[in-house]
Every structure is written in C-alpha cells, then in structure tokens.
C-alpha cells in the first residue's frame, strides 16, 4: 500500500462548479499535511497547509480527519485557471526523519 | 532573490555514464532534498538531507549519490547503476520545524541518449 494516496483522475468539470479532491495516509504518526498544485513540467507551489480545524483559503477549503487518516481538498467556482494536478503531502518527522512524501496527484481539467 | 536553483535546465546521459545534477539555495535552508518524478505519477524521494554532512536515504536511493559538504549546495550524481534514469529531477528545501512548506527548484530533465 502506498503511504499516500490520491485518486488519480482526471476530474473534468465545467467553470463555476464545485469539485473535491481526497487523500489517505498509511502513517498514523504523520505530523503536517499540505496541498501542492504542479502545472505541466514545472516545479509544485504550495496551495495550501492543512490543520486539524480545517482551514479556508478564498475558494479553498481544506479539512483533516485524524481519525480517519484522511484530507480533502474542496474547490468551490471553479476557474479555466484551477486546472493542474494538486498533490497530497504528508511530513513524518522523528529521530532522523524529517521527509514528506506525496501523493501521485490528482488532475483537474477545468472546461469552459 | 533567495531561492533556489538547480541546473542544468535539460541533461542527457550517454550509458554507463555518471552525471551531476546541481542544486543551490541561498535561504539559510537546513533541510534539502531530491525527488525524481515520472510522467504521470507523484514524486518520489530519492535522498535528503537534514544538515551539513548528513544524508539519509529516501524511497528509491539505489543507482543516485548525494553530498552535503555545504549548506547551500547539494548535488545529486546518477550513477550508471541507475538503469532507468529518465526521469525529471526536483531540488527542494525547508527549515526542519514541522509545518515549514518546501520550496523547490525548476527542476532538472534528464534524458538517456
């Protein structure tokens, strides 16, 4: 099983709708979460962090269930601009490990 | 600027050759890390590093050598015992503290003549 795993997609939805995106982790002590966005053969940017309250970022919303060993990731008024692949990050941290592992990403193509 | 910048932009290896990937940040990082990505899937971690001349392996070390003798500088060698190099390569840094985001380099794509 992979320690982090996403649906792959692709996800094709019209402008101004509204699409989530999942993710699961296999280490319970994973410790920091984060959402990357990655455009075609360019570095990942940081969309956003993911705390345990959930949090919410103009038209993104992210949310953590430790319990579950899950994150969402939830796109609300979707823009021709949001297509990319967003990629699930998880940190494990102790001792001499400090590393993030993500997922293999999912794919949004936003249509007009 | 701080940021970081790996180089060269595109590489190609000839068989049974070794090549060096360059990567450098001027953000007082102490934290750095390669991760090669295939078309298609996520990144995978190859090395990091935590602090100077210290390193430790990730998921697919097997066929790559890293060197941390700076805190700006870690340079990625793959070896020719990596039989499946085509791949594009990305440099990161963070500070160690939990929750520090990653920043990355632009990435390096390295071909197989």
């Known amino acids: 099983r992979k320690e982090v795993e996403q649906d792959p997609g692709p996800f094709n939805v019209p402008e101004g709708a509204t699409v989530a995106f999942n993710c699961t982790y296999s280490?319970?002590?994973?410790?920091?979460f984060f959402w990357y966005r990655q455009d075609c053969r360019k570095e990942p940017k940081l969309l956003m962090s993911v705390y345990s309250s959930g949090n919410e970022d103009g038209r993104f919303t992210a949310q953590l269930n430790r319990a579950s060993q899950y994150i969402s990731l939830l796109i609300r008024d979707s823009k021709l601009s949001d297509s990319a692949t967003y990629l699930c990050?998880?940190?494990?941290?102790?001792?001499?490990?400090?590393?993030?592992?993500f997922g293999t990403g999912t794919l949004l193509a936003v249509q007009p | 600027d701080g940021g970081i910048t790996q180089s060269p932009k595109y590489l190609f290896r000839k068989e049974g050759q070794n090549v060096t990937l360059s990567c450098e940040q001027n953000?007082?990082?102490?934290?750095m890390y390669w991760y090669r990505q295939d078309p298609g899937q996520g990144l995978r971690l190859i090395y990091y590093?935590?602090?100077?001349?210290?390193?430790q392996k990730g998921d697919i070390a097997e066929g790559y050598s890293v060197s941390r003798e700076k805190k700006e500088s870690f340079p990625l060698t793959v070896t020719s015992a990596q039989k499946n190099p085509t791949a594009f390569y990305l440099c990161?840094?963070?500070?160690?503290?939990?929750?520090?985001?990653?920043?990355f380099g632009s990435g390096t794509q390295l071909s197989v003549l």
């Open positions: 990161a840094s963070r500070r160690s503290s939990l929750n520090e985001k990653l920043f």
């Open positions: 590093s935590q602090i100077v001349n210290d390193f």
């Open positions: 953000l007082n990082h102490d934290a």
């Open positions: 990050v998880v940190g494990v941290y102790g001792g001499a490990t400090n590393k993030l592992i």
């Open positions: 280490n319970s002590a994973s410790q920091s």
